[in-house]
């Protein structure tokens, strides 16, 4: 028992310095609600060590007289069919129950993690016999699996014969393929890493590899799942008492009390059943919450401060009122101003600090800035598509001199996707993967112009079929997954002109597509707005596209606009070092050539 | 094509898993201390009639031929005699197979059309207040549901709505004492009573459906409601929702394909709870003095009535097989990947 608690403890009393203020650490980092299930876990520990002794009341002796009185001063929670104070038993059952269900957990585990560290080892491995050997042990687990658990440890237990050994056994049994599953998985994923590569390379022999290396990475999993199955086994350890398959009377079990009252329970008498089944539920409770903070100390890169800070959201409700329209010029379609986001939980940083921009009509402006800048955040914050994350502080962003962010959700989805679309990066993560493209295609349709089905269908196979995919037909039935990169994008590039937009915010486009793909892409998407009239922002970290396809570009660095100005000034003479390190930097992925072409 | 491939590939698998099962339950009996005829009869058996079952089980040959002596009587139907009852157990297993889907059955519906909602509806991140408090309670709700032993809820229930409200009936069984059981058809008694038009014996039935469907669906529909939660909140979060949010497509169509993308991983854990539930929902039949399966193997095991117990195994194990199958068929089904998947082979 004392193994158990063992990192728990060791973390509250310290013995080193460095192990103390890490103790404090992850002390301040839990909330109240936390320390509450520390402080139960401990009680719970502690009773399953020394409750026997708290018992005012002798546990076992049968009083006739005292049958069945209900909670008073003397007895506290009352008496039981057999006169004995239930409050006595209550304090010395935990013990039996905790006991029979941490050794079973410790055997499975024990089992399970030695066996599921060969399976995960040797698992499609060279050596054919041990893999046949790990592949037939799992297919034969699965099927053990099958058999309901209940009653598998219920026949175990009339194999052996009731007592506390054969039901620590028989809940030892049924647990320990959950181990072993789990371990296999989790070494299956490690023994990938180079660390077990080089272990075994500089000679260390398979068992040492198995459970020097590899067994240890896998304990942080484990432990949580130990914590679950902890609180399954005192349950079943319950469970099976309770159908006099467990432990049998006199011996105090939290389970068989159960039985013992459940008849007097219809009758009214209620404290004989009441009170063990909230304490097996407050057990099972702090285990499991204990599991959970356990886990989360144990995740590599836990940051304790940053859990704390989590616990009191920022609501996004606080928005400054929308400011009354200001007269921008005509030609403008959008204008950003003095925009601030922050992350919506615990202040810090802003992402995005006062950045203003506009663009007009037909225009195509370009952001550029090194990966972190706020590029995404920027795009993402024009189209109010912020999530739960992040927050607009503060800032207008006037699409046709109407701020955005003044307006209600009604309001706002009949701008979006019809004036002013998204163009996002990975059009195949863009798309539901189970959704066809026809469908998506169809409700985008319907969604902003009101026509049948049939015709909504029809513009969209013409609008494929306009940007040069052929067969449009057969993509509006395919399914996201069923799409190239490429073809997923220009999918994308139909859908955000079929409404003949005023805006385009274009992120990253032609991420992750090739470079001819890319090319193609980005021609068809640029001829198609000057065809249409439609303006873009087209965020991006390659300069090369910039050059060539943008009239003015804004430079983007630590969330602050820090330059902006037309192409040929901007990266031919940069002014802000952070402009001179990105232009510099494209110099040596010699694109110097597109930026030769772009200024005469 | 794809998809008849798949399933005929998946129902081939079905063979070697009911093989395994077969000797696992033929090793399990065969484990139990004593001899299995005189087990089967029971301790009052006379001598000529265990010797007699020991022919015909072929006891006295090497165990191979035991086992597709086993086999072969299972092929039949004939699961052999409960010495407790002396009843036919093939007889008992109709009777009770029903009792456990039924229970199960209104447990999921419970989970499905009052719990699943509710985690849809908390898992949406920019709700209103409806929301806000859903979150709460499905908060609350997550703590407690994997917490609390369920025939301890199961007898709470009793307590409240039937000692102290009056307004449910006793663990009395499936209907009242003096209600008749409908005429089997399916053996489900409030869809028999309707089929036969009773309405008072319907209402007694679901009466008594009542209370242990919920305490299946509170303590069972936990592991359900939380992975709804989570998969629908990863939907939400999920770049295919900001895009069809910035699409400006209509709310109920955002959140219904972010449903859509929630629904596998609920299935695969709606299925692992269902199989699990035949053998699990032991204690809650108990309790409710439901006679179903499961209370019907613990009653056998407890009264060393091993015929029931190896037919409740037997069954049990190829029920949860099979639920297995369903889901991996309906996965199939609703996921065009795991096609594609498939058609690739794997």
Known sequence: MNRAIAPQTRINSGESAPRKTRARLVWNGLSTFQRIILAGFMVTVFLAAFGPMLAP???????????????????????????????????????????????????????????????????????????????????????????????????????????????????????????????????????????????LAIGNSDLGVC??????????????????????????????????????????????????????????????????????????????????????????????????????????????????????????????????????????????????????????????????????????????????????????????????????????????????????????????????????????????????????????????????????????????????????????IAISLIHRPALIVADEPTAGLDVTVQRQVLDLMIGLCEETGAAQILATRDLGIVAQYCRRVAVLHEGRIVETGLVEKVLVAPSHPATRALVEAARLQSVPTTLAEATP | MATLIYIARRLLLLIPQLLVISVVTFVLVRMLPGDPARLELGPLAPQAGVDLLRARLRLDRPLPEQYIAYVERIWRGDFGRSWVNSSQVSQDLLVRLPATLELITAGMLIVFLVMV??????????????????????????????????????????????????????????????????????????????????????????????????????????????MVQSSMEAAMRAGYTTYATGLGLPRRTVLLWATRNAAPPAIVMTGVVAGFLLGGAVLIETVFNLNGLGQYAVQSITTADYAPVQAFVLVAAVFTMLVYLIVDLIYFMIDPRVAARAKRGR
Request: with cysteine.
């Open chain 1, 57 to 199: 009341f002798p546990t076992t002796l049968a009083d006739p007289m005292q049958r069945l009185s209900p909670p008073g001063a003397k007895h506290l929670f009352g008496t039981d069919e057999n006169g004995i104070d239930v409050l006595s038993r209550l304090l010395a059952a935990p013990r039996t129950d905790v006991t029979i269900a941490l050794v079973a957990t410790a055997l499975s585990v024990a089992v399970g993690a030695a066996l599921g560290v060969f399976a995960g080892y040797f698992e499609g491995g060279t050596r054919r016999w041990l893999h046949w050997a790990s592949e037939i042990g799992l297919r034969f687990l699965d099927i053990l699996q099958a058999f309901p658990v209940f009653i598998l440890a219920m026949v175990l237990v009339a194999i052996r014969g009731t007592g506390p050994m054969n039901v620590l056994f028989a809940v030892a049994f049924v647990n320990f393929p959950v181990f072993l599953r789990l371990v296999r998985s989790e070494v299956l994923s490690l023994r990938e890493r180079p660390f077990a590569e080089a272990a």
């Open chain 1, 211 to 492: 459970f020097r290396h590899l067994l240890p990475n896998a304990w942080p999993v484990v432990i949580v799942q130990v914590s679950v199955t902890v609180g399954f086994a005192i349950l079943l350890t319950a469970g099976l008492s309770f159908v006099g398959a467990g432990v049998s009377p006199p011996t105090p079990e939290l389970g068989s009390m159960i039985a013992s009252g459940a008849k007097f329970m219809i009758l009214g008498q209620w404290w004989v059943v009441m009170f063990p089944g909230l304490m097996l539920g407050l057990i099972v409770f702090t285990f499991a919450m204990m599991g959970e903070i356990l886990g989360r100390f144990l995740e590599p890169g836990h940051s304790s401060t940053a859990q704390s800070r989590a616990r009191s959201p920022v609501t996004a409700r606080n928005r400054p009122k929308a400011m009354e329209p200001k007269a921008g010029s005509p030609n403008e379609v959008l204008s950003v101003s003095g925009l601030v986001v922050k992350p919506a939980f615990g202040g810090g940083r802003p992402v995005l600090d006062r950045v203003d921009l506009h663009v007009e009509q037909g225009e195509i402006l370009g952001i550029v800035g090194p990966p972190g800048a706020g590029k995404s955040v920027l795009v993402r914050s024009i189209m109010v598509l912020l999530g739960d994350k992040l927050h607009h502080a503060e800032g207008r962003i006037a699409f046709r001199g109407e701020d955005l962010t003044g307006l209600d959700e009604r309001a706002l989805r009949r701008i979006l996707g019809r004036d002013l679309v998204p163009l996002l990066a990975n059009a195949k993560e863009q798309l539901n993967p189970l959704v066809r493209i026809g469908e998506l295609m169809v409700a985008h349709i319907r969604a902003h112009s009101p026509c049948s089905r049939r015709v909504a269908r029809q513009r969209a196979a013409d609008m494929l079929g306009s940007i040069g995919i052929t067969d449009a037909e057969r993509r509006l039935r395919a399914y996201p997954h069923e799409l190239s990169g490429g073809m997923a994008q220009r999918v994308c």
């Open chain 2, 117 to 226: 909602p509710i985690a849809l509806a908390s898992a949406n991140p920019s709700g209103g207040l409806l929301a806000r408090a859903m979150r709460r309670a499905s908060f609350g709700y997550g703590l407690l549901a994997g917490a609390l032993p369920d025939f301890w809820l199961g007898l709470v229930l009793i307590f409240i709505f039937f000692s102290l409200l009056g307004w449910a009936p006793g663990p009395e069984g499936r209907v009242g004492i003096l209600d008749i059981a409908p005429d089997r058809v399916t053996g489900f008694y409030t869809v028999d009573a309707l089929i036969a038009g009773d309405w008072p014996t319907f209402k007694a039935a679901l009466a008594h459906l009542v209370l242990p469907a919920i305490t299946l669906a509170f303590v069972y529909g936990g592991p359900i409601f939380k």
